[in-house]
């Protein structure tokens, strides 16, 4: 077998299990090591590191698929390895039919992307090594999994850094377009031709289900509280009831309103809805991606909780905090002119009872609050030099979301972007709150799901930062 030597001055990352070997880190490659193939890898001094497959034309040369050695990367090679796969899942995930099957390096099959969808799978080949391996992989798979359809979205980018064109297409079996998957026992319909990516986002699975605290206890706030009320029996039953003394027969008077950014398939807004939310406001920029959440609301009984916006978020976020703010000074103004007038009445009442000029429209529009703001944005930092623009773009989404959000209510806060460190992350949406005039306290903090394990050592798939934090003013208790 060809093989690798690395440069003696190179950081020592293969030793703790990092799976990438750069292009500037190859002193020299000795015999002809086909392009995608197999080849080892060796130190300084010509000591066996691992094998990985090889490609000339990519800045990472070389990827790791084995720390001994290894001959060749046959359907045996990855029916074992999606074996793995699989027992990772059913322990992790037991019972459930959708998720990510195969996560790449994390799961030793670096360039390498599966996606469940119940018995249809959808895969990435992202290498030119695994590419050259299409064959075995889906051999591999229909022995292991057994499925009625492979649907490939080779459909990205970064293929092409591997000098590889984009495809797509069916390479095994039956593939609808549309399938119908259960997630934290919601459905779902995904659409594996069209939707993003694969067509949906596992890794937000355990924190979709994360924010079933904030959507109740919200009805005190509107007057409404459980009192003993008599029944026809004589026995006492804890109802709801208004500020009027009268029962409250909506189901969900204690949920909360919430506002879901980026919703692409609704996937939080049909959490939302699950866990006892009382109004929805399910928003995207894609007309697509809101009939999709159409869909999937009408799917799980939940319409009539939720409106749909077809807007960019950037833009409606600003129009609503526009519009608060437009509110709030003509509040002001008609209070100070209603003081003018008390006084000269000799009278401090007016200024008790002075209420908004609402005679005057707003020139904004908006002015909308809610007790829950959710921001899922696609990744804004794909490369390192994109990260300053990436920073603005996060810090101007979290700055206006947390305007909107109701005294002592909630942000729900997430990036996917690798390049946006967890520590800058918290620090553009310290910035933002400072801006913002209030004070942040972090409920909670979580990362990929359980489907998209991380290798120690290998920060490029630490990727996901997902928080929760409560929000309130600056100048209240």
Not at 21 to 39: C, I, K, M, Q, R
Not at 78 to 97: I, K, M, T, V, Y
Request: overall charge negative; hydrophobic content about 40%; aromatic content about 8%.
């Amino acid at each position: 077998m060809a093989s690798v030597r690395l440069d003696r001055n190179r950081k020592k990352r293969l030793e703790l299990a990092h799976p990438w070997v750069y292009a500037g880190e190859v002193a020299s490659v000795d015999g002809n090591p086909e392009d995608g193939g197999l080849v080892d890898v060796l130190n300084h001094q010509g000591r066996f590191l691992a094998v990985g497959y090889y490609n000339p034309a990519s800045q990472i040369r070389v990827r790791i698929v084995s720390q001994t050695s290894l001959a060749e990367m046959d359907t045996a090679f990855f029916a074992e390895r999606f074996s793995n796969c699989l027992q990772h899942r059913n322990r992790f995930l037991p019972g459930a039919d959708a998720y990510r099957l195969v996560y790449g390096e994390a799961d030793y099959l670096p360039g390498l992307i599966v996606d469940r969808f119940g018995d249809i799978l959808v895969v990435q080949l992202l290498t030119l090594g695994m590419d050259k391996r299409r064959t075995e992989i889906v051999e591999a798979l229909v022995e292991v999994m057994a499925p009625r359809g492979i649907y490939e979205r080779s459909d990205v980018s970064v293929r092409e850094l591997e000098g590889l064109e984009q495809t797509t297409g069916v390479l095994y079996g039956e593939c609808p377009r549309h399938v119908t998957v259960t997630e934290n026992d919601l459905k779902l319909i995904v659409d594996i031709e069209e939707g993003q990516k694969t067509g949906y986002f596992f890794d937000q699975r355990e924190n979709r289900a994360s924010i079933a605290p904030l959507m109740r206890g919200w009805g005190e706030r509107s007057g409404i509280v459980l009192k003993d009320i008599e029944a026809e029996d004589g026995t006492l039953e804890k109802l709801p009831v208004n500020k009027s003394g009268k029962p409250v027969t909506f189901p969900y008077w204690d949920g909360a309103t919430v506002l879901e950014c980026f919703s692409h398939t609704g996937s939080f807004t049909l959490h939302a809805c699950k866990y006892g939310a009382k109004k929805v406001t399910c928003l995207d920029v894609s007309a697509h991606a809101i009939e999709s959440a159409k869909t999937n609301v009408e799917l799980n009984g939940f319409s009539d909780r939720v409106e749909f916006v077809v807007d960019d978020a950037f833009q409606y976020l600003r129009n609503q905090v526009k519009g608060l703010e437009e509110r709030t000074e003509r509040a002001a103004v008609a209070g100070a002119e209603a003081g003018i007038k008390a006084a000269a009445q000799g009278t401090a009442q007016g200024t008790a009872k002075a209420k908004a000029d609402t005679s005057i429209p707003m020139t904004a529009g908006g002015g909308r609050t809610w007790d829950v703001v959710i921001l899922d944005p696609p990744a804004f930092a794909k490369t390192k030099s994109a990260v300053a623009g990436a920073c603005r773009g996060y810090k101007d989404i979290n700055l206006h979301g947390m305007k909107l959000v109701n005294e002592g209510g909630y942000l729900v806060t997430a990036s996917c972007s690798y390049h946006m460190q967890p520590e800058l992350f918290l620090e553009t949406i310290g910035e933002a709150a400072r801006d913002a005039g209030k004070v942040l306290r972090l409920v909670e903090w979580r990362a990929a799901g359980k489907d998209h394990p991380q290798i120690l050592g290998v920060n490029e798939g630490h990727y996901l930062k997902f928080a929760i934090f409560e929000v309130r003013s600056k100048n209240k208790k």
